[in-house]
């Protein structure tokens, strides 16, 4: 099995490629050479290297970096799901930021993945029953990165959540796979409810800046949600709602709107799309929120 493990790794074109650029990176930023060794260089792989740089970040005097990446190790070696997500969530946003060139980007400097990451982490604790320190982990990760997601939540694969400042996903909140989020959003209850009170967040959805889901209501797969938008009724798929409280618009003029990250409103195609008529059907509405 070991044998298997060693072989997929040296396959693994994410992290060939980012220990590529992080070699680049020693080359022609002597004074980063021991942060990308260290970080990089020094691991036999992603999930390593992701433990290392997480546990960086969440220590404090209440608990080591040690014991956090002993915590870590055990996760990325007992789910190896969380590492594919890693994966995914790295090839998001590489795709969709203008602002990351290269795939080691997101694992040394974008507080949007490693908040993500610290997320996946602290789910996994708590499905393994360990939920005081899945707690502990939502805490480190809200104080370090500004970004409050409960570990009981549920976020697929490929996600993408840009800037990362004042991120809030409750509880019972499900997001799909091929999300993209900008700051500030809130995906919250109505403060009315108890049990599952959360929004359901479709595949290939885009939720832009400062925008609010609220209440146990469903985002339908590829729509889009205006920056600054509450929204307070449920979303039909391929639609673009916008206001507050948020009205629906028009439909999506794209196949994958998280994707192409547009986030412009008015007189466009958007708008003079045929309601009646489904724009995506890409496979960026497919797959399962995990």
């Known amino acids: 099995m070991q044998q298997v493990k060693a072989s997929l790794t040296s396959i693994d074109p994410v992290w060939t490629t980012i220990r590529r650029e992080a070699e680049e990176i020693a080359r022609d930023e002597p004074l980063m050479a021991s942060l990308v060794h260290a970080g990089v260089l020094h691991h036999r792989s992603l999930e390593r290297a992701m433990s290392f740089r997480i546990a960086q970040k969440l220590a404090s005097p209440e608990m080591s970096d040690l014991i956090l990446r002993e915590i ?115 995906l919250g209850g109505t403060g009315k409810e108890d049990g599952d009170r959360h929004p359901k967040i479709g595949n290939g959805v885009m939720i832009g800046a400062g925008a609010a889901v609220l209440g146990n209501i469903e985002v339908g797969h590829c729509s889009r949600i205006a920056a600054g938008s509450v929204v307070l009724e449920p979303v039909p798929p391929m639609t673009t709602v916008a206001g507050v409280p948020a009205k629906v618009v028009g ?23 045929p309601l009646g008529k489904p724009i995506c059907g890409s496979s960026g509405c497919g797959g399962s929120q995990g």
């Open 251 to 273: 439909k999506v003029s794209c196949a994958e709107p998280a994707r192409m990250m547009d986030q412009t409103l008015g007189e466009g195609p958007d708008l003079k799309a």
């Open 72 to 186: 870590l190790d055990g996760a990325y070696q007992d789910d190896e799901s969380l590492g594919v997500a890693a994966r995914a969530d790295i090839l998001a946003v590489y795709d969709r930021d203008p602002a990351c060139h290269a795939y080691i980007h997101p694992l040394l400097f974008f507080k949007g993945f490693q908040a993500l990451q610290c997320f996946r982490i602290a789910h996994w604790l708590w499905q393994e029953g360990r939920q005081d320190m899945a707690r502990f982990i939502q805490m480190r990760t809200s104080e370090c990165f500004g970004v409050d997601i409960h570990p009981n939540a549920r976020i697929g694969r490929g996600v993408m959540i840009d800037h990362a400042h004042s991120i809030v996903i409750g509880e019972t909140a499900v997001v799909g796979d091929n999300v993209s989020m900008l700051h500030s959003v809130t």
